[in-house]
């Protein structure tokens, strides 16, 4: 294979030339005459960003301790390299051996969130891959996808051979057992996806037919060829005790986004909030073994010479072993000079001694995920936070010595009134109050409370996967509202509010909901100069609209427009174990404003219990 190494002078002219260039500690690297599959795993972001996502460094690692496999990493150039690899016609190539991606076998393609989507034509094109999977001949990589995008693959099943849906852990040996035994038979690319949709978990969108209703909305969604399955089941791993996870985890030259050792300590959550996705398609709740992860992270520590760790998970504090870990890296990190870096916890008693005894309160701010500024409203998302929990969190962490807090809000969501966007200045209002009850000479300066809303996008697989989105106006009007009301506070000082942005916000809703339709889209906005659309500064709105119009897409029809129960949405093949069922009497719970338990308190009948593990109570007594 031919090597590409960049040369010096091409070096020079990149901004950060250390994105390219390989050879981090912990980087694994093979004698090709012992490999007989090769993969390209990428994160279709720049270095610093793909470098901080632990889901690459699990299956590098996982890929690259199995026989015969050589997992390689390769990330989104930055746009100074882009026009130097055009220019040149140099292809794209992956950072341990430098040798071009459109060489390996298979190109895997992590999707975490949606404005991604033209950075992945950005990587298979770069590689000197057809962009269409139709197009793709012998020779090509197979282009897989996973990640929490792939649970609606619709707007970008035209660029994919195939999705892995669920656990990387889980199946992914059965899909190159398929590639090895199909190649020692001599079978073609297509006997190779014909096996691939075979394997529990495999979605080829070539295998599937798609016809639509004159008002758009969906009509059929089947199978044409007998291989493949009518649902595809998501694939869960329970045995964390047995599974892999990175010891030696690469080490990026560059300052990533999250430079420090990351230990995962569950998977899944219990918690039911309508409005996160996460929680309903990571479920059941799994736990790590509390010992494991003491192991996990002294030689993490050791391996990599981070100065950092943190805990990773949706609902940290539900973890059930939270207090007897953090009491052994308080102790054992301290020895070390390892800083802690703790996730957003329940502001509880527990929580406070811990943070207090692991950051330096002076610096630090503590983060409060409210998500709703009225208790009405809370009710509807079903987030199980009242307003007497904030208050007194709040307080707990002001006498403690914290005067800094954010508050993490959402706007736009369903059965949203304009009681409910004043609910959020009034309720910072009410906790700067309250920080002025203590006596002054037992506060620790001045307070000061910080507001951020994102604005709701409509997730498939949630309760609210039915509900109509906010137009960018709507957004924009709301946040305007609640920023003129925070003026009006008599704590005004003291209080900041600050938002997202709107117009990144509906591209997001557009492709969370989207079909195949919007996969000529996708690739015109690309084609005209469309790539890291994630960076609002790299976002050309002008071109999106131009794509919409020229195709005759009216992306209102993904957005506003609440959808009917009964209807074929473009994600139901996928079986996430939750059932459609439970989710609809989530989303009629939740114009009610009825409140779901937790599971630990109540279970509801998700359906998630058919996976057979994890922490669900189900069926039990």
């Given at each position: 294979m031919e090597k590409l190494a960049l040369s010096d002078e091409i070096l020079m002219e990149v901004e950060k030339p250390a994105r390219y260039i390989g050879n981090e500690v912990n980087s694994v690297y093979k004698n090709l005459s012992e490999v007989d599959i090769r993969i390209a795993m990428c994160f279709p972001d720049v270095y610093e960003i793909g470098m901080s996502?632990?889901?690459?460094?699990?299956?590098?690692?996982?890929?690259?301790?199995?026989?015969?496999?050589?997992?390689?990493?390769?990330?989104?150039?930055?746009?100074?390299?882009?026009?130097?690899?055009?220019?040149?016609?140099?292809?794209?190539?992956?950072?341990?051996?430098?040798?071009?991606?459109?060489?390996?076998?298979?190109?895997?393609?992590t999707l975490q969130y949606e404005m991604c989507y033209t950075n992945v034509l950005q990587v298979i094109d770069l590689s000197h891959i057809p962009l269409l999977a139709e197009e793709r001949g012998e020779t090509d990589p197979i282009v897989m996808g996973g990640g929490p995008c792939s649970y609606n693959p619709e707007p970008i099943a035209d660029f994919f051979d195939l999705f892995y849906i669920g656990d990387g852990e889980a199946a992914?040996?059965?899909?190159?057992?398929?590639?090895?035994?199909?190649?020692?038979?001599?079978?073609?690319?297509?006997?190779?996806?014909?096996?691939?949709?075979?394997?529990?978990?495999?979605?080829?969108?070539?295998?599937?037919?798609?016809?639509?209703?004159?008002?758009?909305?969906?009509?059929?969604?089947?199978?044409?060829?007998?291989?493949?399955?009518?649902?595809?089941?998501?694939?869960?791993?329970?045995?964390?005790?047995?599974?892999?996870?990175?010891?030696?985890?690469?080490?990026?030259?560059?300052?990533?986004?999250?430079?420090?050792?990351?230990l995962e300590i569950q998977r899944g959550c219990t918690r039911g909030c309508r409005f996160c996705q996460a929680g309903m398609i990571y479920r059941p709740n799994r736990e790590k073994d509390v010992d494991l992860l003491k192991k996990y992270a002294v030689e993490m520590i050791q391996n990599t010479g981070h100065e950092e760790i943190t805990l990773s998970s949706l609902s940290s504090s539900d973890y059930g072993c939270l207090p007897e870990l953090t009491e052994f890296l308080i102790e054992e990190m301290g020895k070390r000079n390892v800083n802690i870096a703790l996730p957003s916890l329940r502001i509880d008693a527990f929580s406070l001694d811990v943070m207090q005894r692991v950051q330096d309160i002076r610096k630090?701010?503590?983060?409060?995920?409210?998500?709703?500024?009225?208790?009405?409203?809370?009710?509807?998302?079903?987030?199980?936070?009242?307003?007497?929990?904030?208050?007194?969190?709040?307080?707990?962490?002001?006498?403690?010595?914290?005067?800094?807090?954010?508050?993490?809000?959402?706007?736009?969501?369903?059965?949203?009134?304009?009681?409910?966007?004043?609910g959020i200045p009034r309720l910072c209002q009410t906790l700067a109050e309250d920080y002025f009850t203590i006596p002054k000479e037992e506060r620790s300066g001045k307070v000061a409370i910080t507001a951020s809303s994102s604005f709701f996008v409509p997730k498939p697989f949630t309760p609210f996967q039915w509900a109509s989105m906010n137009t960018e106006e709507e957004f924009l009007e709301k946040a305007r509202f609640v920023k003129d009301n925070f003026q009006?506070?008599?704590?005004?000082?003291?209080?900041?509010?600050?938002?997202?942005?709107?117009?990144?916000?509906?591209?997001?809703?557009?492709?969370?909901?989207?079909?195949?339709?919007?996969?000529?889209?996708?690739?015109?906005?690309?084609?005209?100069?469309?790539?890291?659309?994630?960076?609002?500064?790299?976002?050309?709105?002008?071109?999106?609209?131009?794509?919409?119009?020229?195709?005759?897409?009216?992306?209102?029809?993904?957005?506003?427009?609440?959808?009917?129960?009964?209807?074929?949405?473009?994600?139901?093949?996928?079986?996430?174990?939750?059932?459609k069922a439970f989710l609809i009497r989530e989303w009629e719970r939740a114009k009610k404003g009825e409140v779901t338990p937790n599971c630990k308190q109540s279970c509801s009948g998700c359906g998630a219990a058919g996976f057979g593990g994890g922490v669900c109570f189900e069926n039990q007594d």
């Open positions: 996502y632990l889901g690459i460094q699990i299956l590098y690692d996982m890929f690259n301790h199995m026989e015969g496999v050589w997992c390689e990493r390769v990330y989104s150039p930055w746009p100074d390299l882009d026009r130097i690899l055009r220019e040149k016609g140099i292809p794209l190539f992956a950072l341990e051996s430098q040798e071009p991606v459109k060489e390996f076998d298979f190109l895997g393609i992914h040996r059965k899909l190159l057992e398929a590639y090895r035994e199909n190649k020692r038979r001599g079978g073609s690319r297509m006997d190779f996806l014909t096996l691939a949709a075979g394997i529990d978990g495999i979605y080829v969108p070539s295998f599937y037919d798609v016809t639509y209703h004159a008002d758009g909305t969906l009509s059929s969604f089947e199978p044409n060829r007998p291989q493949a399955k009518r649902r595809i089941k998501k694939q869960v791993v329970f045995d964390f005790e047995h599974t892999d996870y990175p010891m030696k985890p690469v080490v990026p030259f560059l300052k990533a986004t999250q430079d420090r050792v990351t630090s701010s503590l983060t409060f995920a409210a998500e709703a500024g009225t208790q009405r409203l809370r009710n509807v998302i079903n987030k199980g936070l009242t307003e007497d929990m904030i208050r007194t969190g709040a307080m707990k962490a002001f006498r403690g010595g914290w005067t800094k807090v954010k508050f993490y809000f959402m706007v736009g969501l369903p059965t949203e009134t304009k009681e409910d966007l004043m009006l506070q008599k704590n005004r000082k003291c209080l900041t509010y600050r938002y997202h942005d709107a117009d990144l916000t509906i591209m997001e809703g557009i492709f969370a909901r989207g079909d195949r339709r919007l996969a000529p889209v996708i690739l015109q906005a690309y084609q005209e100069g469309c790539i890291f659309d994630a960076w609002h500064e790299m976002f050309h709105r002008e071109i999106w609209e131009k794509a919409f119009r020229e195709h005759g897409i009216d992306p209102n029809f993904y957005t506003s427009r609440e959808r009917s129960v009964d209807e074929l949405l473009p994600w139901d093949f996928i079986d996430i174990g939750v059932s």
